[in-house]
């Protein structure tokens, strides 16, 4: 029951966020939508076991991207002028599409019938995920710090040739 | 609470970030489109991972989402970075007018 | 030994060839091209050694315990279709291991002399060890999906081989040839394969596509049938377009002689010894699918036949030494496919063997002739080069005297047994290829005739210039020499005292087929006991009258040649001034005219299509402007000046109408992939809603 309400509040709440992310004209107010919507993620993440997803989707997502992402905002956008820098095309013919996709996937969902398990996993997984991490996912693992590392250098290059040229 | 409300809502945080993505001139907004897709993805697994019926492999939908959170992490970087050199360049970040690839 | 050392005889020329490509020109630069050249030569040498030891391994174990299938890991496991990283070492693939090490190493080895002075020596060592791992890998794959992408990578080397001299457009143009041609074979595999996963997916839990698992299922596969065809024929019938591609079969053989463009020891090695003979080694692979599918084994007979007998015409009347040669390997070829078409699959695997060694020695001959004679390929500019360089002559002759047949030498035997074997399947098929052993035979000895006797026809400057080539041009030449003289040996037949050895060597893993086998496919075991029973009562003066008849026409043939080439050049002469030889010659010596329908026939409406269809927008919308710019005119004649405005409307509304079409239009090409991903949404909804609701 309680978890029902919860679900629901953050349900609401981040599909809200997610709505205003998306037709909000204020890239600014944009940003910081998404930063709420990363938060609601987080609850939902709470609310199906995942205590260890949900912190780092808090820290990465909501601490680190968003932050990224306002950044970018206000270094790129026209900031003085808010409401042309968010700008839409195709916005009635883009809304008909993506209303028509998600009935369609809604409807097979809907239809699907789900093999589900009786009992869920409710201890802190923590220790699960680090045993889980460093022993069957240790290659996928290394690749992706490895990837983190060149996605950052790649960046530094990016952003430095402008200066170079 | 029911693996199909998680679905439902996954999809359409993935149907809000695609209209985000089609529809916006800015690339920091398509940013933020292509970052609603990979929440919702990782909502996907998420979901899966609670409900699955797959009794010795409980976690496995949650290291899919912690990877996607990596991903994304770096996807943002380097998009950034790529916004930030474009901005450089020619002084504006508005996709509709990036159309060297016009034929 | 052998499951710890076979996996790597592919791995070694991959190793070789990342060695080469990555690090080759600094190599080059800094230790010169010998050490280089011998760094390429070192991987081939030792995946030879390792596949020649496990030879003689191999041959010391029973019989039954001569197949190896190595599982190194899995590839592909999407729920029930499961393929495995996995070599089958057996007496087939250890037999073409050692035709393609050990000939390949050979022929690096002449490499080094041939290519000698090249800028980008380590790139065509690295093509060339690439080009042995992707056919190691062809030949050692326990399944299908190994050895596509064999098949795959053998056909991108020979692509990069034929253009390795790319800044000559017409050598560039070679390649691309070869590769679309090859394209189109290769749709032929595919489809076979998609054919056998759909049909064991039907049927059975999981699909594989290994040759033990797929050899077990033919018989429930061979009931199957699809659009009321038996599914086998289909199946069967598309892996040989896949082989016509690959192995140069009518229609497909164009590319092959314009492969010639490449360098000489490529078309030795890719172009005549081994990557053309994937074809045959498939099907050979695949003998317990043909076996059953005697429709297809009928048509591959008679392709084979047709393109063994076309070729060898053509081949006749060309005067590039090179080209003689490439249309004697799609002969030669052709013989090869005739006896797999008859079921005969030892004798057709049999004369893949010798035809690797003489025909290898015949290129490497000529490519040492080429490059004694500054790259001189008309063999009108020949002559009496024997006494200039005696071990290539001596050596071309031989190879010479067993690709025609002459007694006791290799081609002897492998050709006479095909010959026999198509003329207990059908006489008309044999009356080809006789008359095609024939016309080999003349054509050889005109080229030998004209290039190693007679009086030297070329410029005074190049003559003094010809020299022997060094050691390591020769002795590999000499080497292939020996064992085209001396292969045949291993299969003689039992009529003349032998015990097929080599067919028996092979029996383990590919059955010949026998009229008995065809009506229960079941008893494929029983088959090859059956036939040998069969030969001991058959009538034995057929098989001799057969040889005799083969070796006299053969060298009524050559003494033709002899006479038009050497002893009365005149006559020959006065036979060509005559118009009905002349024409012929000339048909012959233009290939048919194949290249011309076929520029006429496909290239050409195809490029019409695409010029029609860049003229669309100009022809449609500036029509519909101009004609309604005239009718503008006749409505403004015939109603004067009376209303200007309608008028003038129209012409806008016109031209605003062909500039909207034209808007339409080049919104696709906006350079937006946002636009590109709202169209994929767009179909992606309404394909998913159309499967959903509609269907």
Known sequence: MVQNIFFLIVLVFTLGMGLYVTVGQNLIRSAFALFFTLFGMAGFYILLGGDFIAMVQLLVYAGGIAVLLTFGAMLTAEVDSPFQSNQLFNGFWTFVSGVGFFSLIYYVLMETDWPLKAANYHEPTTKEIGRLLLQQYILPFEVISFLLLVAMVGAIFLVQKGDRQ | ?103 | MIESLIPLVPILPLFGAMVMGFFGKRIQAAFGENLTGILGCTAPALAALIAFGSFFELISLPEEARVFVIKLGQWVGVADFQVEWAFRYDPLSALMLMIITGIGTLIHIYSMGYMHGDKSFWRFFSYINLFLAAMLMLVLGDNLLIMFLGWEGVGLCSYLLIGFWFTNSDYAYAGRKAFIVNRIGDLGFLTGMFLLIYFSAMHYDIVTLSYGELANRMEVLSKLQIWGLPMLEVTALAFFVGAMGKSAQIPLYVWLPDAMAGPTPVSALIHAATMVTAGVYMIGRMYFMYSMAPIALQTISFVAAATCFLSATIGMAQYDIKKVLAYSTVSQLGYMFLAMGVGAYSAGIFHLLTHAAFKAALFMGSGAIIVALHHEQDMRKMGGLLKKMPVTGYSFIAATLAIMGFPLTSGFFSKDEILEKAFEHAPALWVLAFTAAGITSFYMWRLVFMTFFGKYRGDEHTWDHCVEQPKRTTVPVAILAVAALTLGFLNVPDFLGGSYSFSNYLSPVVKDMDGHALEAGAVLHAAAEHAAEAEEHGDLWIEWALMIGSVLWTFITAGLAYYYYMKAPQQRERLMAKAGPKRIFQVLHDKYYVDEFYDWALIRPLIRLFRFLANFDKYVVDGAVNLAAFLSKGLAQIAGFLDKGIVDGIVNELAWFSQATGKGFSLMQSGRIQGLVASTLVLFTAVFALLIFVL
């Open chain 2, 1 to 103: 609470m029911s693996l199909t409300l998680i679905l439902a809502a996954s999809t359409a945080l993935f149907a809000l970030g695609t209209v985000m993505f089609i529809s916006r001139k800015n690339s920091i907004a398509i940013l933020m489109g292509v970052e609603l897709l990979m929440n919702a993805a990782a909502l996907n697994f998420m979901g899966f991972s609670y409900y699955s019926p797959a009794k010795d492999h409980p976690l496995d939908g949650q290291i899919f989402a912690l990877f996607i959170i990596l991903i994304a992490a770096a996807e943002a970087v380097v998009a950034l970075g790529i916004a930030i050199a474009v901005y450089k360049e020619y002084a504006h970040v508005q996709a509709d007018q990036l159309n060297q690839l016009e034929g």
